[in-house]
């Protein structure tokens, strides 16, 4: 049965299905912490049968822990496919490989991380006309971010504004005058890990080492205190690699379409 997170009780047995494992337990706690009293932020929380846990966010879908099995697991992976389509949810991420009707497995996700105490070498520094910014205005770099939808640059702002309010990570940019032209944040926290994301470069900046000069910086930064982690799709592990990062493992990936029947 799906059990709607919505009791004391119910928060500490999420937490404690998350609890060590590595992305979830930074992200999933932390929006959990800012949002689960909040049904009106969209992110909605769910106790599974088995250990697992979900995340709802719209379309997306964070799924950690793991179903039952026989019997009992087709029941509840049969119950979970229909609750997903009722949400009309087309993009899953899972702690393990899960096998659901009409969803399909894609690329997925390299974890990677800088162990705490640690520091990797610091990149070339960007041209003298950028200026970094430690605490800047969240809407242009929201724009950044998400140029091409204004609904998901929105839903950003909103969610990162409310972790730096919390003081839940930080973010940083370079600015070519007052524009954002490059940006990497971390807005989920664990008392252990730092979740990086939301590391954009505007098209016309690209290929000038920004990102790796920014990356690398905050990461140090955030490593003197906690493991930094993030996850990456496929086409960037060389990039990650390159920088010093090590790989720490896999999140799966899913996707469907409703729309076919």
């Given at each position: 049965m799906i059990q709607s997170v919505t009791t004391p009780a119910q928060r500490a047995e999420f937490l404690r299905r998350i609890a060590g494992k590595p992305y979830f337990e930074a992200?999933?706690?932390t929006h959990l912490a800012l949002f689960g009293a909040h049904p009106a932020s969209g992110w909605v929380f769910y106790l599974l049968p088995g250990?697992?846990?979900?995340?709802?966010?719209?379309?997306?879908?964070?799924?950690?822990?793991?179903?039952?099995?026989?019997?009992?697991?087709e029941t509840a992976r049969e119950e979970l496919?229909?609750?997903l389509r009722f949400l009309h949810a087309d993009t899953l991420r899972t702690e393990q490989p899960l096998a659901l009707d009409g969803w399909r497995p894609a690329a997925p996700l390299t974890l990677w991380e800088l162990p705490q105490g640690r520091a990797l070498p610091q990149p070339p520094?960007?041209?003298a006309e950028l200026v970094l910014d430690k605490a800047p205005s969240m809407l242009p770099v929201s724009r950044l971010v998400f140029a091409d939808s204004d609904a998901e640059a929105d839903e950003f702002y909103s969610a990162a504004c409310t972790a730096l309010a919390h003081g839940v990570g930080q973010c940083r940019a370079l600015l070519h005058g007052?524009?954002?032209?490059?940006?990497?944040?971390?807005?989920?926290?664990?008392?252990?890990?730092?979740?990086?994301?939301?590391?954009?470069?505007?098209?016309?900046?690209?290929g000038r080492g920004l990102a790796r000069w920014l990356i690398v910086g905050?990461?140090?930064?955030?490593?003197?205190?906690?493991?930094?982690?993030?996850?990456c799709f496929p086409e960037l592990c060389g990039?990650?690699?390159?920088?010093?990062f090590i790989q720490n493992g896999k999140i799966q990936y899913y996707t469907t379409d409703w729309t076919i029947e």
């Open positions: 992200v999933l706690g250990t697992a846990v979900l995340e709802l966010r719209g379309g997306s879908g964070v799924l950690c822990g793991a179903l039952p099995g026989g019997e009992e697991g496919s229909g609750f520094a960007p041209p007052s524009r954002p032209v490059c940006t990497v944040g971390c807005y989920e926290q664990s008392e252990n890990e730092s979740y990086m994301a939301a590391g954009v470069t505007a098209p016309d900046w690209q905050l990461a140090n930064e955030l490593a003197a205190r906690r493991t930094v982690r993030f996850a990039f990650y690699s390159q920088l010093g």
